[in-house]
């Protein structure tokens, strides 16, 4: 079975990319618009890791992760914010959140790739 990829941002053409890539490389990626969405999503498909923005309407990806690690489903998945962001401040809150990792935008895929291949062997 094929590992599930839940991949979060407000940008149709980032979530797009981020679905080719690693729909190619084999994962099963699941889409949201947003943090609320996302949040559905979550309990939905429960996946093996997750790859969310940080700007985004309604909820914000650092909300999203201090509310994914507060659910059942969220406490323990990895968790990648995938950003423009490179402030560090940002980039402590995520990880005092729990986030896993931090890759900029715009971003390689092959380097993606690679960091999803690194958490999920």
Avoid: H
Wanted: a negative charge; glycine letters at 8%.
């Amino acid at each position: 079975m094929s590992k599930c990829v839940l991949a979060i941002d407000d940008s149709l053409t980032i979530r797009e990319l981020v679905c080719f890539v690693l729909g190619n490389a084999g994962y099963d990626v699941q889409l949201a618009e947003d943090g609320v969405e996302g949040l559905e999503r979550l309990s939905q498909c429960k996946p093996d890791l997750i790859i969310t923005d940080v700007n985004m309407p309604r909820l914000d990806g650092l909300g999203f992760i201090e509310k994914a690690r507060t659910q059942d489903a969220g406490k323990a998945v990895p968790i990648l914010v995938l950003t423009t962001e490179s402030d560090a401040e940002k980039k402590a809150r995520a990880r005092a959140a729990g986030a896993t990792g931090w890759i900029v935008k715009p971003f390689n895929p092959t380097q993606l790739l690679e960091t999803v291949r690194r958490i999920l062997p």
